[in-house]
């Protein structure tokens, strides 16, 4: 297989400048079971439509103010500005963003942004339209962001975009903010998950921080985008292998923060596949992959470095990508600040009392074969961090403990007719804070081939699995566990090289998200065959 069917439709353009669930459209199918689909995809299919969980509304009293609506036809940001509404002033239960689309004709899939007083809210990608049109939504609970959102805000987004003769889609898109008032025997959403400052971290500049900040998270919205191989690095080969898409390093990536230059956290990137993914736009035309709507900040606790923080000092924040060839773009990786400030003092001392990190591990073996390649690559990495703070509270020690890991076979046929990999990412992290205790255990997994016959038929069998298991201990509550399964999976076949009305496409795909806590219960499937809807089961 050539490298220009491997790649993703996002190849062609580059980005100018994100515990969450991307909502499919409202009208979603009601019926449990779908019509008769047709033999093969038409001009038309339906809607793009994820299985993920809705964000839950509270029944209050709400006001909804629109941050963005603009007509995206090249690589031109929308500016505008933002006001709170003087009739929901806050506090809020709740403050949730909706993102609606409508696009037709034909057009790549694009990669977009949505930043408010220079803080990232949104990264998302658009789904590849149909001739006669298609129209979606993300919905995202953004009341995290409610520091950010109490001021006036410039505001500024882009879905980077090229509109010509052969790509006519021109995207349209309207964003609005709904704010949920804390009212009619709601609370305040829990201060635990809404920080008191939100800062934005730019490139160059080192931000200072209150100098009472008792806990500190940063969230990186990193992606492997922008054009080039980076957009599947996950395929990617060393120097040496006779394969399209090369990294001196090969597949393993690693997406690492620092703090004055000292490593601070670690965590594998989630394996994003985009609507044209794959060499197979069919597979994603009404369910896209995990993801790939809203896509998720990388999180880390940069709480053991606090004390460091408050010293009053700017101090540097840089993030970076292990595995990415030096001097190689590819990765966006936008930094916001997180910050919870101790309330009963104006100043939080501490310290930094253990920094240990193993010897990464990064390796790639590559077995040439005359029918078929192979490479085996295996990586991984260790980093334990501790501090102390004296709090208003007391004196209270933090432990992050994170170990992440990848393994993966890639084979492919010279020529890439036949390319497939079999890939597993894990990310364990154990926070300790005083006597409480949050384990989380993340699992990405990628099974797929890609085959082209010798009658240019392109056939793709393709799975994703994106899963996480959170345990949490603390003092006076019984034990709570939440349990994540968003599992993806689908075979589309058509005929290259020829016209779009004969490709004779056809596709089968099932999303099926599954989601248990204390809390909340939602298990959702939704099966399509060519574009239609044929199975929508929901068992909670």
């Given at each position: 297989m050539t490298r220009s069917r491997i790649t993703s439709a996002l190849g062609a353009l580059l980005l100018a400048v994100g515990a969450l669930a991307a909502a499919g459209p409202a009208a979603a199918a009601a019926s449990a079971t779908g019509p008769v689909p047709p033999a093969e995809f038409g001009t038309d299919w339906h809607d793009p439509l994820t299985a993920d969980p809705p964000v839950e509304r509270p029944a209050t009293r709400s006001c909804q103010v629109t941050v963005a609506e603009a007509q995206f036809r090249d690589f031109t940001p929308y500016t505008g500005s933002y006001a709170p509404p003087p009739g929901c002033a806050g506090p809020w239960n709740r403050v949730v963003l909706r993102l609606d689309g409508k696009v037709k004709g034909r057009q790549y899939d694009r990669l977009g942004y949505l930043t408010m007083g220079g803080v990232e809210i949104l990264r998302t990608s658009t789904p590849e339209?149909?001739?006669?049109?298609?129209?979606?939504?993300?919905?995202?609970?953004?009341?995290?962001?409610?520091?950010?959102l109490r001021r006036p805000q410039p505001v500024e987004m882009l879905i980077g975009n090229v509109v010509n003769d052969t790509y006519t889609g021109v995207i349209d898109v309207k964003v609005t903010l709904t704010f949920y008032a804390a009212e009619g025997g709601t609370r305040p959403a829990d201060r635990t998950q809404v920080p008191d400052r939100v800062l934005p971290v730019t490139p160059g500049t080192a931000p200072t921080t209150p100098r009472n900040t008792e806990r500190i998270l940063a969230e990186v919205y990193a992606t492997g985008s922008g054009g080039g191989c980076e957009e599947y690095w996950y395929l990617t080969t060393p120097d040496a292998a006779p394969y399209s898409c090369k990294a001196a390093d090969g597949p393993y990536?690693?997406?690492?923060?620092?703090?004055?230059?000292?490593?601070?956290?670690?965590?594998?990137?989630?394996?994003?596949?985009?609507?044209?993914?794959?060499?197979?736009?069919?597979?994603?035309?009404?369910?896209?992959?995990?993801?790939?709507?809203?896509?998720?900040?990388?999180?880390?606790?940069?709480?053991p470095f606090a004390a460091l923080f408050n010293d009053g000092r700017p101090h540097r924040v840089e993030v970076s990508v292990a595995g990415l060839p030096a001097g190689q773009s590819g990765w966006s990786t936008p930094t916001n600040l997180l910050l919870w400030q101790d309330a009963g003092r104006a100043v939080v001392t501490g310290g930094l009392t253990r920094h240990e990190q193993g010897e990464p591990a990064n390796s790639s073996r590559w077995t040439p074969g005359p029918q078929e390649h192979r490479l085996d690559t295996e990586g991984g990495h260790r980093l334990t961090v501790a501090g102390y703070l004296d709090t208003s509270h007391g004196r209270v020690t933090t432990t992050v403990t994170r170990s992440v890991r990848n393994t993966s076979v890639h084979r492919w046929t010279e020529g890439e007719d036949r390319d497939a990999l079999q890939a597993t990412w894990t990310d364990e992290e154990s926070v300790t804070s005083g006597r409480a205790t949050v384990r989380t255990e993340r699992t990405y997994t990628m099974d797929g081939e890609t085959t082209v016959g010798p009658d240019a038929r392109l056939r793709t069998v393709l799975s994703l699995g994106d899963r996480a298991e959170t345990r949490a201990t603390r003092p006076g509550r019984l034990p709570a566990r939440t349990f994540l399964d968003h599992t993806y999976t689908g075979d589309a076949s058509y005929t290259t090289g020829v016209p779009r009305d004969q490709r004779h496409a056809t596709a089968t795909t099932t999303d099926h998200y599954r989601l248990y806590s204390p809390s909340t219960c939602h298990d959702r499937a939704i099966t399509t065959v060519q574009g239609t809807i044929t199975e929508d089961r929901r068992r909670c």
């Open positions: 339209p149909s001739p006669d049109g298609i129209q979606w939504s993300v919905e995202k609970d953004v009341t995290r962001y409610a520091d950010t990536r690693e997406v690492q923060i620092r703090v004055d230059g000292t490593l601070a956290g670690i965590a594998a990137p989630f394996p994003t596949v985009w609507t044209g993914g794959w060499s197979n736009p069919f597979l994603w035309y009404v369910s896209p992959g995990p993801r790939a709507f809203d896509v998720q900040p990388v999180v880390y606790d940069l709480t």
